[in-house]
């Protein structure tokens, strides 16, 4: 997995970089100190992963999490951080961080949630999970109008939801359903417009809370 790490503490950044390039399957590609140089590099590189801390110099790291979402939604983004604060929790997670990582942890714990990534697994631990889930799901979750808008999803959007629903990326649903990613991405857009949600994260837990389920048949070609 290629690794973009974004952290203003260039000790902290050059000694994770090390830990990480010692996996063989993890490779840090590049290093920022600031949200503009994080959204540069990420858009240069093309990595799998930005692993980011949300406190940086010139804006805060969420104004990244925000415009990576916008223009490179494919990429996995993880806060790394030592603020152990709910709201930041649900902030990063509701614009479509796929996971949210306390400093303090070990650096064999990390590794574990980056490969878990590779498998549609979140980072997050337990105990995050069981602090703010209720929370997240009643705060954005289950509204009426929302719900109704899955019925205006087409047959290919609802088979790229059903994909989505179990974390699958861009690349694994268009293998999948036999189209490109760049179509994939433009059901992906759609999905959230006609359903008013911010992002994937978003879109997910609410397919799960209404009990989604995708069309029985699939076309064998493209819409």
């Known amino acids: 997995m290629r690794v973009l790490l974004v952290d203003n503490q260039v000790m902290f950044r050059e ?11 993890i490779e840090v590609v590049g290093e920022a100190g600031t ?20 406190n940086l110099p010139d804006a805060p790291g969420f104004n990244a999490v925000k415009t990576l979402q916008m223009q490179q939604p494919e990429i996995n983004i993880v806060i790394l951080t030592n603020k152990d604060q709910d709201d930041l929790l649900l902030e990063a997670i509701l614009l479509g961080a796929k996971g949210f990582i306390l400093k303090n942890l070990s650096i064999a714990k990390l590794v574990a949630s980056i490969r878990g990534l590779e498998r549609g697994e979140m980072a997050l631990s337990r105990l995050l999970i069981s602090r703010v889930l209720k929370k997240l799901v009643c705060s954005y979750v289950g509204s009426e109008p929302t719900v109704q808008g899955l019925d205006q999803l087409s047959k290919r ?21 036999f ?8 059901h992906v857009r759609s999905i959230l417009e006609k359903l008013n949600q911010k992002n994937r994260n978003q879109v997910v837990l609410l397919a799960r809370q209404t009990n989604f389920s995708a069309p029985e048949e699939r076309p064998p070609s493209d819409d």
Request: charged content about 35%.
């Open 15 to 25: 000694g994770l970089k090390i830990l990480l390039d010692s996996e063989t399957d």
């Open 35 to 54: 949200t503009r140089d994080a959204v540069d590099l990420a858009r240069t590189l093309e990595p799998d992963l930005v692993l980011m801390d949300v």
């Open 157 to 177: 959007e609802r088979e790229v939801l059903a994909i989505l629903v179990k974390g699958d990326s861009n690349r694994e649903i268009a293998s999948q359903l």
């Open 179 to 186: 189209i490109s990613e760049n179509t994939v991405k433009k």
